[in-house]
C-alpha cells in the first residue's frame, strides 16, 4: 500500500511541475515505469487476495495423489469447492517443478504459476554463494463468463513472452480465438 501512495505522490509532483514550467507532458519513460510499478502492485494485490481466501476459508488439505515422483495437495472450503492446488514433481529428496493453481469461488482455474527449482543443497556449498532455489517459468490466469467458459487467458513463458487470448462464442457454442502478443507488464490488465 506504501508504494502505491508513493507512486501517486510521484505522479502529483510531477504533474505539478510540469503545471510550473508549461510542460504538461509526461514522458514515455517516465509513464512505463508508472505503469510497470501499477502492475506489479496489482499482481501483489491479487496474489494476496488469493491467500487471504485461502487463510479464511480451507477447511480441509488433502494430499489426492502421492507417488514417489509426485505429490497433489488440495485446498478446499467447507462447500467442497477447490481454492488451491499444489502440484509436485520430484525427484529423489529434492522437488523439480511445482504448479499452484488458484481457484475463484465457481471452481474454475482463475491463476496459475509454475516454478522450475533447483536441487542443489545450500548446505553442501560455501555460505557466501548466493545460490537460487527456483524460477518462475510460466503464470497464466483466466476469466469467464457468465456461463463459466472461458473469456480471457492470459499466458507468460519466460522463453517465450506474454500472449493474450481472447476467446467469443458463436451460436452453438463455437470458440473463436484471438491471439495478441503483449508485453510482461500488461499481464495484469
Known sequence: MKSYIVIVFLLIVNTSQAQKYGDTTISKQTLD???????????????????????TETCKIDTSNFREDSTIISYWTSEGMPLKRVEQLKS??????????????DGFVEYAETWTLSCGTPQNTDPDIKMFT???????????????????????????????????????NKPTIKKTYIRQNDFWR
Do not use: M, P
Not at 35 to 54: C, E, H, S, W
Not at 92 to 99: G, M, N, R, V, Y
Not at 143 to 171: C, M, P, Q
Open 33 to 55: 515505469s508508472l505503469l510497470t510499478a501499477f502492475n506489479t502492485l496489482k499482481g501483489a494485490f491479487v496474489k494476496q487476495g488469493f491467500r487471504f481466501r485461502l487463510q
Open 92 to 105: 529423489k529428496d529434492c522437488i523439480l517443478l511445482e504448479t499452484e493453481k488458484f481457484y475463484n469461488r
Open 134 to 172: 527456483g524460477r518462475q517459468t510460466e503464470l497464466e490466469r483466466f476469466e469467464y463468463d457468465s456461463l463459466g467458459r472461458v473469456k480471457l487467458r492470459v499466458w507468460w513463458y519466460y522463453t517465450i513472452g506474454a500472449r493474450r487470448y481472447s476467446y467469443s462464442y458463436s451460436g452453438d
